[in-house]
């Protein structure tokens, strides 16, 4: 089983409109959680971390569910801009530092 | 931009040989890490260095082994070239052991024929 798996899309969507992807992890004992976005052949970027009480920094929420084991981002009024693929990772119980990455969900936003 | 380079930004390689990828991480931060990342999944975890000793391993054989340097630079060394080792690899790093912010270069494209 993958220590995180997602939905690859792609999800295709109108510019303006609400989009929210989830993410499943296998680690319950996993501590930390974030959401990176990767353009087309270009590194990733960390987008925003991932708390229990849930964040949110513009148009971007994203909430975290222990007891489900998932997590989730909501992205409003989405513009051209946001098309891109987005990663979900969550890091080791006790290594911090080691990333595990979803396949990640290819987010397309048309005019 | 993050501040992390790698070099070479492409290498094509044939099966059987050995390849050398380098990183210069973000002045000041002590940790990297190496990830390879096959076409339309996400980026896997080969192994980490602290303070130029590895600090934990992913799922990659012995093959696949690294350095760190004292600037804190480092090196991805991949023996053996298998067809399947096509792929962006991509080095991250941070501040601290602890620091949950990784920095990703722009990675080195892999091919191997």
């Known amino acids: 089983r993958k220590e995180v798996e997602q939905d690859p899309g792609p999800f295709n969507v109108p510019e303006g409109a609400t989009v929210a992807f989830n993410c499943t992890y296998s680690n319950s004992a996993s501590q930390s959680f974030f959401w990176y976005r990767q353009d087309c052949r270009k590194e990733p970027k960390l987008l925003m971390s991932v708390y229990s009480s849930g964040n949110e920094d513009g148009r971007f929420t994203a909430q975290l569910n222990r007891a489900s084991q998932y997590i989730s981002l909501l992205i409003r009024d989405s513009k051209l801009s946001d098309s891109a693929t987005y990663l979900c990772?969550?890091?080791?119980?006790?290594?911090?530092?080691?990333?595990?990455f979803g396949s990640g969900t290819k987010l397309n936003v048309k005019p | 931009e993050t501040g992390v380079t790698q070099s070479p930004t492409h290498l094509i390689k044939t099966r059987g040989q050995q390849v050398t990828l380098r990183c210069s991480s973000q002045?000041?931060?002590?940790?990297v890490s190496w990830y390879q990342q096959a076409l339309g999944q996400g980026p896997q975890f080969i192994f980490q260095y602290y303070r130029e000793e590895e600090n934990g391993r992913g799922n990659f054989p012995p093959r696949f082994s690294g350095l760190q340097f004292p600037n804190y630079s480092s090196e991805l060394n991949v023996n053996a070239l298998e067809l399947d080792d096509s792929a962006l690899y991509l080095c991250?790093?941070?501040?601290?052991?602890?620091?949950?912010?990784?920095?990703f270069g722009p990675g080195t494209r892999l091919t191997v024929l």
């Open positions: 002045s000041g931060h002590n940790t």
């Open positions: 991250a790093s941070s501040l601290e052991e602890g620091d949950e912010t990784q920095y």
């Open positions: 990772v969550v890091t080791g119980e006790y290594n911090f530092n080691k990333f595990y």
